[in-house]
């Protein structure tokens, strides 16, 4: 759980989850930054993952927007323990990602964000492939988005072993998956800015 926002003279303010805490970093960009530890239990009563957005809310006022996370790839490969298949890590490390955020995938009929806390390390399901007889580990690469909130029982992922020509999987809660797309040039081609 990441928020990243900078502004037009050069700083930026990154707030991440770290065990029951929130750890902020900021300054001006490519230098030290300053670090201070935030814990929200004390100042809002809540979860650290529930309040980085309450956090951040006063920034805006001051010129301040999301921006793509640096070294997301890292972030995103680590909290999963798994290596992402080429195309797709290429679609992150070239922030590719950031100019498709919000918009709307036809196919699954919803929205999606690339930098959805499940894509950056909240996610916790095993899936059984029963046509295989194992179990088989998937990196959600999306939250699937409806009237700008995420499904909290659905995402959208790849498996890390399909490193040629990755798949698309629609993921549930379940442990039930199937097949969206399938490659991901398919998938990235069925997305389209939202009206």
Not at 47 to 75: M, R
Not at 128 to 149: H, K, L, M, Q, W
């Amino acid at each position: 759980m990441i928020r990243y926002l900078v502004d037009g003279e050069g700083h930026f303010w990154k707030a991440s989850v770290v065990d029951d805490i929130v750890v902020v970093e900021h300054g001006k960009i490519g230098e030290e930054p300053t670090v201070d530890v935030v814990d929200t239990w004390e100042m809002f009563s809540t979860p650290p993952e529930y309040s980085l957005d309450q956090l951040a809310e006063e920034l805006f006022e001051h010129g301040y927007t999301y921006a793509p996370i640096p070294d997301v790839v890292k972030i995103i490969e680590e909290a999963h323990g798994a290596t992402l298949p080429g195309v797709v890590r290429a679609f992150f490390q070239d922030e590719t990602y950031w100019d498709y955020i919000g918009h709307t995938c036809a196919g699954m009929r919803c929205e999606v964000d690339f930098l959805d806390d499940s894509v950056l390390g909240n996610y916790m399901q095993e899936h059984y492939d029963s046509e295989r007889g194992e179990s088989r580990t998937f990196v959600p690469i999306s939250a699937v988005v409806y009237d700008g909130v995420p499904d909290e029982q659905q995402w959208i992922g790849v498996d890390p072993k399909e490193t040629d020509n990755p798949k698309v999987y629609a993921l549930y809660t379940s442990g039930e998956f199937e097949v969206a797309y399938e490659s991901f040039g398919e998938f990235i081609d069925d997305l389209s800015p939202a009206p």
